[in-house]
């Protein structure tokens, strides 16, 4: 069975298609959507078969996943130990085209902190994934979509997006061309902010 392309606008993203795709990620479907960076594909953070299906399409492990909150107040569930400081920083930059790693608390599913103690966390500045989430409940898996082309990294283009995982995903979402660099991801598993990969966002802006 082939995906189903599904046009969405990021200034107001119709609340009956938002509502399909929930539908389709509680069943365990795999959907590919846009970010305020590159278009990510995932699912259901607490469906395991729906996880390891990820993990295949992308060649991948799941401690490797990361995966996107509503906000802040999310964010504090799934974590632990978070300090004040680290906390007023992340504050200040989500939404934004971030990544942070964060000391996973008990909340995360096993498959995705098995072997380490640590997890990935975005809130994307788009309202698609952020709507997406607000109405599943809890937070979808989040990696990116590649391309082989030897210029460009990251596919930015929905419709050849669709072309190329039609067959491998439920959903495509069409939210408009994506941006062809990824997330800054920050690590603040060590109580201090290290920058690990240089991407969209800039934290020196936040500090």
Same mark, same amino acid.
């Given at each position: 069975?082939?995906?189903?392309?599904?046009? &969405? +606008? @990021? @200034?107001? %993203?119709? $609340?009956? *298609?938002?509502? *399909?795709?929930?539908?389709? &990620?509680?069943?365990?479907?795999? /959907? $590919? +959507?846009?970010?305020?960076?590159?278009?990510?594909?995932?699912?259901?953070?607490?469906?395991?078969?729906?996880?390891?299906?990820?993990?295949?399409? *992308?060649? #991948? *492990?799941?401690?490797?996943?990361?995966?996107?909150?509503?906000?802040?107040?999310?964010? =504090?569930?799934?974590?632990?130990?978070?300090?004040?400081?680290?906390?007023?920083?992340?504050?200040? =930059? &989500?939404?934004?085209?971030?990544?942070?790693?964060?000391? !996973?608390?008990?909340?995360?599913?096993?498959?995705?902190? =098995?072997?380490?103690? #640590?997890?990935?966390?975005?809130? %994307?500045?788009?309202?698609? %994934?952020?709507?997406?989430?607000?109405?599943?409940?809890?937070?979808? $898996? #989040?990696?990116?979509?590649?391309?082989?082309?030897? $210029?460009?990294?990251?596919?930015?283009? %929905?419709? &050849?997006?669709?072309?190329? +995982?039609?067959?491998?995903?439920?959903?495509?979402?069409?939210?408009?061309?994506?941006?062809?660099? !990824?997330? #800054? /991801?920050?690590?603040?598993?060590?109580?201090?902010?290290?920058?690990?990969?240089?991407?969209?966002?800039?934290?020196?802006?936040?500090?």
């Amino acid at each position: 069975m082939s995906a189903e392309l599904i046009k &969405l +606008y @990021e @200034e107001n %993203p119709e $609340i009956d *298609k938002i509502e *399909k795709i929930v539908r389709v &990620l509680k069943s365990g479907g795999v /959907v $590919i +959507y846009p970010t305020d960076t590159v278009y990510g594909i995932g699912c259901d953070f607490s469906n395991n078969k729906a996880v390891q299906r990820v993990c295949q399409i *992308k060649n #991948t *492990k799941p401690q490797a996943l990361s995966f996107i909150c509503y906000d802040l107040s999310e964010i =504090a569930e799934y974590t632990r130990g978070l300090s004040t400081p680290i906390f007023k920083v992340m504050k200040k =930059a &989500l939404p934004g085209p971030f990544t942070f790693i964060l000391n !996973a608390s008990n909340s995360v599913p096993k498959v995705l902190n =098995a072997k380490k103690k #640590t997890v990935g966390i975005r809130v %994307p500045d788009n309202n698609i %994934p952020r709507e997406i989430v607000k109405n599943l409940g809890n937070p979808i $898996i #989040t990696t990116s979509i590649h391309d082989e082309d030897e $210029i460009l990294e990251y596919s930015t283009d %929905p419709e &050849l997006i669709f072309e190329k +995982y039609e067959n491998l995903v439920d959903i495509v979402i069409d939210g408009g061309y994506g941006a062809n660099v !990824a997330s #800054t /991801v920050v690590d603040c598993s060590q109580d201090d902010l290290e920058v690990v990969r240089e991407g969209l966002g800039d934290i020196n802006d936040y500090l």
